[in-house]
């Protein structure tokens, strides 16, 4: 064999164990490679254990537990059946990996979960599952996962609103420019802007206060919803599950909870996450270069803005926040979809809903946490918001001067034409628009030249701003405190 030829074949065995020796490191990691950026990017882990492999089992279980008591007090179970239940239905006891171990058997999650519970449970597990179908228990944990996360949404929520209500009063007063179209408009108060965001977000917690009754609700009718396995004291038994895990009670249902009730939700989170990126786009505007109003917190000693624009000082959270909200929405149209089952259900929701409940959940918490971060710490420089009305050289007070005309008894008209022929003048010249007024015949025969320049202060012409920042954080305020945390079971 030539030199040459042999060492080709050493180097292609080298690559061969490498690639060997690679596969069996990930047959051997199995479940631990992580894929998703929720694993080890997004995501705080009070609202990712809601959702978790563990948090639906330990859920599950507690469905399950409460079924068994229900029958307990109907009479059909006795107490010692219903305490040895009780005893072994924890995630510690009945594991998600024996249930994963039966279910590689079974191919049936919740068949799975009775045989593990009933194995556990001895002589006891003859009632495991009594009268359910597997819908029972996954619609009504899922309730119990929607329901601990609606807690945890009111209270982010209402920590983001707090600091919204902050930042409305500290900058009531700050006068800065008002803009529509991207254009200059009139004078506004940036604690006017975020008064806006206050009175929305107010209005997201009234709003998950009407829709929570409906979205935590299960059920325990049966097969295909009517009773018929429950026994001559169906309703009962459902009403006591429900009372017992903290639900809601459904007038009807099929196999499954009304997925009208899932949409409303993802519906509702959808639409904060809106909010959140119309607030945090705003701040993303008024940082640029050429605005420079307000900006993002930066670590000036340590953080990097760019791997080499060394000067940039980006509104990275801001823009994280921004993008994930665009991932909230798109779980509306899987929702809209999953809702239709055939008949009185099919499986075809199963593997969406795995996606659409928990990653809007956790990602719409995420980014709540961000926007309170940026909105916390976030940089106002009224000075320069006072500098960008100058450069304006007086145009954005034409609004002022026009109203000020008429009330002087200038028809309408004449004043909107004389205002715009003086403001395109002074587009065009560059001059000062109060210079050019100065010179109006038309104006300075009704205003001495003092009246202009009183005219043509920014502060002059804001209005209620004050009024309504006050009128907005008030009701905010006492909206937040009224909303308790729901019980954890009745």
């Known amino acids: 064999m030539e030199l040459e030829e042999f060492g080709i074949l050493q180097k292609f065995n080298y690559q061969h164990r490498v690639i060997i020796k690679h596969v069996k490191h990930l047959a051997i990691r199995g479940n631990?490679?992580?894929?998703?950026?929720?694993?080890?990017?997004?995501?705080?882990?009070?609202?990712?254990?809601?959702?978790?492999?563990?948090?639906?089992?330990?859920?599950?279980?507690?469905?399950?537990?409460?079924?068994?008591?229900?029958?307990?007090?109907?009479?059909?179970?006795?107490?010692?059946?219903?305490?040895?239940?009780?005893?072994?239905?924890?995630?510690?006891?009945?594991?998600?990996?024996?249930?994963?171990?039966?279910?590689?058997?079974?191919?049936?999650?919740?068949?799975?979960?009775?045989?593990?519970?009933?194995?556990?449970?001895?002589?006891?597990?003859?009632?495991?599952?009594?009268?359910?179908?597997?819908?029972?228990?996954?619609?009504?944990?899922?309730?119990?996962?929607?329901?601990?996360?609606?807690?945890?949404?009111q209270d982010t929520l209402k920590k983001l609103l707090s600091t919204m209500c902050d930042l409305a009063e500290r900058e009531r007063d700050t006068v800065?420019?008002?803009?529509?179209?991207?254009?200059?408009?009139?004078?506004?108060?940036?604690?006017?802007?975020?008064?806006?965001?206050?009175?929305?977000?107010?209005?997201?917690?009234?709003?998950?206060?009407?829709?929570?009754?409906?979205?935590?609700?299960?059920?325990?009718?049966?097969?295909?919803?009517?009773?018929?396995?429950?026994g001559e004291n169906a309703f009962e038994l459902q009403n006591l599950i429900m009372q017992n895990l903290g639900l809601q009670t459904p007038i009807a249902t099929t196999q499954v909870v009304g997925r009208d009730r899932y949409i409303e939700w993802v519906s509702w989170m959808a639409n904060v996450s809106t909010s959140i990126e119309k607030a945090l786009q705003e701040v993303r505007n008024l940082q640029r270069s050429e605005i420079a109003e307000v900006g993002e917190y930066f670590d000036a000693e340590k953080q990097v803005g760019s791997s080499t624009m060394a000067h940039k000082k980006n509104p990275i959270t801001a823009e994280n926040a921004c993008g994930l909200a665009r991932i909230v929405r798109s779980m509306i149209i899987p929702s809209y979809e999953n809702a239709l089952l055939w008949h009185e259900r099919d499986l075809a929701n199963s593997s969406a809903e795995r996606f659409t409940l928990s990653h809007s959940m956790i990602l719409l918490d995420d980014i709540i946490i961000k926007c309170d971060k940026v909105l916390s710490k976030l940089g106002v420089d009224s000075e320069r918001m006072m500098y960008n009305i100058k450069a304006q050289k007086g145009l954005v007070m034409?609004?002022?001067?026009?109203?000020?005309?008429?009330?002087?008894?200038?028809?309408?008209?004449?004043?909107?034409?004389?205002?715009?022929?003086?403001?395109?003048?002074?587009?065009?010249?560059?001059?000062?628009?109060?210079?050019?007024?100065?010179?109006?015949?038309?104006?300075?025969?009704?205003?001495?030249?003092?009246?202009?320049?009183?005219?043509?202060?920014?502060?002059?012409?804001?209005?209620?701003?004050?009024?309504?920042?006050?009128?907005?954080?008030?009701?905010?305020?006492?909206?937040?405190?009224?909303?308790?945390?729901?019980?954890?079971?009745?």
């Open 398 to 490: 034409a609004e002022k001067l026009m109203i000020a005309l008429v009330d002087s008894g200038m028809p309408r008209d004449e004043a909107h034409e004389v205002l715009r022929s003086a403001s395109m003048n002074a587009i065009n010249t560059g001059e000062d628009l109060e210079n050019i007024c100065a010179r109006s015949e038309a104006i300075s025969k009704i205003f001495t030249r003092q009246d202009l320049s009183d005219l043509f202060k920014p502060e002059s012409h804001l209005g209620f701003s004050g009024e309504i920042v006050d009128q907005a954080v008030k009701i905010a305020r006492a909206v937040s405190y009224t909303h308790l945390t729901l019980p954890t079971k009745a």
């Open 176 to 230: 800065m420019l008002g803009r529509t179209h991207g254009q200059a408009a009139v004078p506004i108060t940036f604690g006017l802007k975020v008064a806006v965001w206050v009175d929305e977000f107010r209005r997201h917690l009234d709003r998950l206060d009407e829709l929570t009754p409906r979205v935590i609700t299960g059920k325990f009718l049966g097969a295909v919803g009517t009773g018929a396995a429950q």
């Open 32 to 153: 631990n490679v992580t894929v998703s950026p929720l694993d080890y990017r997004y995501g705080r882990d009070e609202a990712k254990s809601i959702w978790s492999r563990e948090g639906r089992h330990e859920r599950q279980l507690d469905v399950e537990r409460a079924l068994i008591w229900a029958h307990c007090q109907l009479g059909r179970v006795s107490p010692e059946d219903y305490d040895k239940v009780a005893e072994i239905a924890k995630p510690n006891i009945v594991t998600a990996d024996r249930v994963d171990e039966i279910e590689r058997e079974t191919r049936h999650d919740i068949m799975a979960l009775t045989k593990a519970m009933a194995e556990a449970a001895g002589d006891s597990g003859w009632c495991i599952h009594l009268g359910a179908t597997s819908n029972d228990i996954v619609d009504s944990a899922v309730a119990l996962q929607i329901r601990d996360s609606i807690n945890l949404q």
